[in-house]
């Protein structure tokens, strides 16, 4: 039987680590270099600037503030809004968009839309986002309760300007409704 001689037992085990670790690099790659302290901020400061925005989306409904609203926007727009109303992506400005979704709102008496980011995803000056959709929209009638609330999320797509951070495509998603649909269609002008 072969028996090693004068070969320490840790000799052995760091030999076998080192040709783990080896094994490993060869598979996997080297390990990518840590982005520097300025790269992390900027990712930061990034990130922060885009829930930014989509907080003021849904921000910008609830004041009725119109310019808070258009400032979220690129100047051409896509938007998919079929899941409540709509015919699916539609290429617009985003002045046409804002001009469009006033009338919804003056026709309720409030609303309340939670928004924030749920995945951000940054690509240099392009951006993925997944946001809360949480809408409820308030209007007293005679055909039921006076709450319609709408629960899902959106897919945003962003680009960086010269103005900051701007949504450029959106699609809404609804898991659920709830609540007295009516209030939507009144306030769209769907129902009398």
């Known amino acids: 039987m072969f028996k090693a001689k004068h070969v320490k037992p840790d000799a052995i085990k760091l030999s076998a680590l080192a ?14 270099a840590y982005p520097s302290p300025e790269a992390q901020l900027q990712m930061l400061v990034d990130r922060e600037e885009i829930g930014q ?3 003021n989306y849904g921000l910008a409904f609830d ?6 609203h258009r400032s979220v926007f690129t100047d051409e727009i896509e938007m998919d809004f079929s899941a409540s109303i ?3 992506l539609v290429t617009m400005q985003a ?3 804002v001009s469009a979704v006033q009338p919804f709102f003056a026709n ?3 609303t309340q839309h939670i928004a924030m980011p749920l995945i951000i995803e940054i690509d240099g000056d392009e951006a993925y986002v997944r946001s809360l ?6 209007l007293p009638n005679t055909c039921g309760g006076a709450v319609q609330t709408m629960v899902g999320y959106y897919d945003n797509w962003l680009v960086r300007t010269e103005h900051g951070w701007k949504i450029r495509k959106m699609i809404q998603h609804i898991t659920w409704n709830e609540g007295n649909w009516y209030v939507f269609e ?3 002008g769907i129902s009398q």
């Open 53 to 55: 925005v989509i907080v």
């Open 133 to 138: 959709l949480n809408a409820s929209h308030h």
């Open 86 to 88: 709509g015919d699916g």
């Open 19 to 32: 040709g783990a670790i080896a094994l490993a690099t060869a598979i996997t790659g080297p390990t990518p």
């Open 186 to 188: 009144k306030a769209a």
């Open 63 to 68: 004041m009725q503030d119109w310019v808070l």
């Open 108 to 110: 309720l008496e409030g």
């Open 95 to 97: 002045d046409d968009w």
